[in-house]
């Protein structure tokens, strides 16, 4: 079965928050500017895994997207910290990689990647990844307020 990819709606990607990481300030750039051109206006950047962590224990955000291969700490060790986070784990998360070989896909959905985006890429490519991630996104946030009001619901007083 084929699921339709719903892109944004209007407005939608323009009031959530973008992390970029990726140790090339151009491609941080080139991913940035193709996101404008999914309406979204908020970004964070960071040149390591370490330093998009440390922006994430301060400050929210509402997607990640990452390159794989960085110095120091790896794109799929932050993928790993992030799943092993309560309050991150439902984040979605874009690894956008040169690493094509069927084993880092298959390592990087193992630890729970949203979706994968190999480089070089497309804009019309990374749009689709983003509106899927941004879609499972939503999905997610329903389910959670679905359970919140059933559990709300459950411990109510008649």
């Not at 750039?29 to 979204?40: A, F, Q």
Request: aromatic content about 6%; charged content about 15%.
């Amino acid at each position: 079965m084929i699921c339709p990819i719903e892109y944004p709606p209007p407005g939608e990607a323009a009031g959530l928050t973008f992390l970029v990481v990726d140790d090339s300030a151009v491609m941080r750039r080139v991913v940035v500017n193709h996101l404008k051109e999914l309406g979204v206006t908020s970004f964070l950047q960071a040149g390591d895994a370490a330093t998009a962590w440390s922006i994430l224990q301060t400050t929210p955000v509402d997607c990640i997207l990452c390159d794989w291969n960085m110095p120091g700490m790896k794109g799929i060790e932050l993928l790993s910290k992030v799943r092993g986070t309560p309050a991150l784990q439902g984040l979605p998360f874009l690894m956008v990689s040169a690493e094509a070989q069927p084993d880092y896909i298959l390592e990087a959905i193992g630890r729970g990647v949203t979706n994968y985006l190999t480089k070089p890429f497309t804009g019309p490519a990374l749009h689709r990844k983003v509106a899927a991630a941004l879609q499972t996104r939503r999905r997610s946030l329903a389910t959670a307020e679905a359970t919140q009001s059933g559990t709300d619901g459950a411990n109510a007083s008649p």
